[in-house]
């Protein structure tokens, strides 16, 4: 898979001739697929970039993106459990208190908003990451640095995401 153009959401980008994986590869394939051809190439390059576990609440409700971030971030280095609805996501925040929560603002049972004000109100030692669809612009605005890392528009770099996650978890 080309690096550069490598993004998480229901289907990925890849280039038809991309020297990692030879030729004849579909410009557009699901995102689990072009996950896994990621981790495998990455397999033979250098090393997971945490060398210890860090523990991460995924919450996101699409079953495809939610399967293919967990085995992604998993063979990464990363302990990642998993939240489809609010009050998944909510209930684990409070009983695994991860390093990471990676987390989707649109969600059946209510917002991922609402579990920012939780740990903002609850003084949870969780740092988040916000992957969505949504325009994200005023986020930085209603919450502290100390728990929204970063934002970023659906759909998401592996690379780039794991770069934030070894960030947090290293600080």
């Known amino acids: 898979m080309c690096h550069r153009c490598a993004t998480v959401g229901r289907v990925a980008h890849i280039e038809p001739r991309c020297p990692e994986l030879g030729v004849g590869i579909s410009r557009r394939m ?40 967990k085995t ?31 987390l989707d603002l649109n969600l059946p049972d209510g917002s991922g ?18 992957m969505s669809a949504m325009p994200l612009q005023r986020l930085h605005e209603q919450f502290p640095s100390s728990i929204l890392a970063t934002t970023m528009t659906k759909p998401v770099s592996p690379q780039h995401l794991l770069e934030w996650v070894d960030r947090i978890t290293r600080s």
Not at 38 to 62: C, F, G, K, R, W
């Open 30 to 69: 699901d995102v689990g697929v072009a996950l896994r051809l990621l981790a495998l190439s990455s397999m033979h390059a250098s090393p997971p970039m945490s060398t210890q576990t860090s523990v991460i609440l995924l919450v996101e409700d699409d079953p495809s993106l939610q399967d293919s971030l």
């Open 72 to 102: 992604f971030l998993e063979e990464s280095g990363f302990e990642t459990h998993t939240a489809g609805s609010r009050s998944q996501g909510q209930a684990m925040l409070r009983s695994l208190r991860p390093a990471v929560c990676l």
């Open 113 to 130: 908003l609402d579990l920012l004000k939780l740990i903002l109100r609850e003084g949870l030692p969780v740092r988040v990451i916000v």
